[in-house]
């Protein structure tokens, strides 16, 4: 994930408290996990992802956004620290043998909005560390739960944003919902198939996910990406995909009803992007377009003007946005502004947020 989010984030609440009057802004991050191009909001009719293309006429849709970095846990930890991977240390793979973490030192972003009095939440994969240089105040993610449930089970998911939601206090709040679809899993879960599609199904042995209607695919409906050898083992994987990208569009739909009928709808930026490209060669891990440009959504209630419109704009640029994020002269972000690029960040880097 990209370091642009922490500088939408942090404009967005820096303003709270300088009128009293106004009422607090929120930011719902919405992730996929190694999503890709496959919504009607991006054109692809073959795939029907209702929740994203409703979510794209009430946001500015981006052509032209890219990680920092084509791999998941130093993606996510350039999401949260404004840093890219060689400066907040996430070299590689945080989970399993890999070990990777960042710097003791760096200040992340929930450690920021902690000491700005903004209530911050994950519910899902998170798959960076260590938990000191990411503390949430309300967490369910694989760390003390089954990334399953917290990822893939989208009635799982609606009952946990319910409860941080009701839970509110007066202070403003970043939630973060990172969703395990459509990763692969036929390595780790292989029984529930190749993207986990049979994953609470309903069928024996794959239990039940009451919120979800699975909406399966042909091999020959779907929609061969450029990149991907038109084969029928892609095409049988896309179609596995496309099932997995319906679950996780119809959790967003729940998602943002809880956020409309808890009434923070019209005070909450919604953003929607991915962590990298899609597991099909030429995608994830690779430095291609097509392993490193994500979908990109922003959602604005103060700017609906924006709402409906495409920009061709550059959306990574990642030291502008991470300057615009700096608020103390002697922080690690703004050091690292000082040092590449600096003076006044350029006017593309606040066309995103206006």
């Known amino acids: ?69 084509s791999s998941c846990s130093p993606s996510r930890a350039s999401i949260l620290t404004g840093l890219p991977q060689h400066q907040n240390g996430m070299y590689g793979l945080h989970q399993d043998v890999h070990h990777f973490n960042s710097f003791d030192s760096v200040r992340s972003l929930p450690q920021l909005l902690r000491q700005a009095h903004i209530r911050t939440g994950i519910i899902g994969k998170k798959h960076v560390g260590p938990e000191a240089v990411y503390p949430f105040d309300f967490a369910y993610t694989e760390e003390n739960s089954s990334v399953l449930q917290v990822g893939r089970n989208i009635t799982r998911i609606k009952a946990l944003v319910r409860r941080f939601l009701q839970s ?27 993207f986990c599609e049979k994953f609470g199904n309903g069928e024996s042995g794959m239990g039940w996910i009451p919120d979800w209607k699975p909406q399966l695919y042909r091999p020959e409906q779907v929609q061969v990406p450029h990149f991907v050898p038109d084969t029928p083992a892609a095409r049988a994987d896309l179609a596995a995909q496309y099932t997995t990208i319906g679950r996780m569009d ?74 615009s994020g700096c608020t103390s002269p002697g922080s690690l972000s703004c050091q690292r502004w000082s040092r590449s690029s600096p003076g006044t960040p350029p006017s593309a880097a606040r066309a995103t947020t206006r």
């Open 1 to 69: 994930m990209r370091p642009w989010a922490l500088a939408l984030l942090l404009i967005a609440f820096r303003t709270v408290g300088a009128r009293p009057p106004a009422p607090a802004r929120n930011v719902l991050l919405l992730l996929a996990d190694d999503g890709g191009f496959e919504s009607g909001a991006y054109n692809n009719s073959a795939i029907r992802t209702p929740s994203l293309d409703s979510l794209a006429r009430r946001s500015v849709v981006f052509q032209n956004a890219f990680t920092s970095v």
């Open 250 to 323: 119809q959790g967003i739909g729940l998602v943002l009803e809880e956020l409309r009928q808890a009434g923070f709808h019209n005070s909450t930026l919604v953003i929607y992007t991915s962590d990298n490209g899609i597991p099909f060669p030429g995608g994830r891990t690779n430095l291609y377009r097509s392993g490193t440009a994500e979908p990109l959504l922003l959602s604005s209630p103060e700017h609906r003007e924006r709402w409906g419109q495409v920009s061709q704009a550059f959306a990574s640029l990642l030291a502008s946005l991470a300057r």
């Open 168 to 194: 509110q206090d007066e202070r403003p709040f970043f939630l973060y919902v990172a969703f395990h679809d459509p990763h692969r899993c036929g390595h780790s879960q292989p029984q529930y198939g190749a």
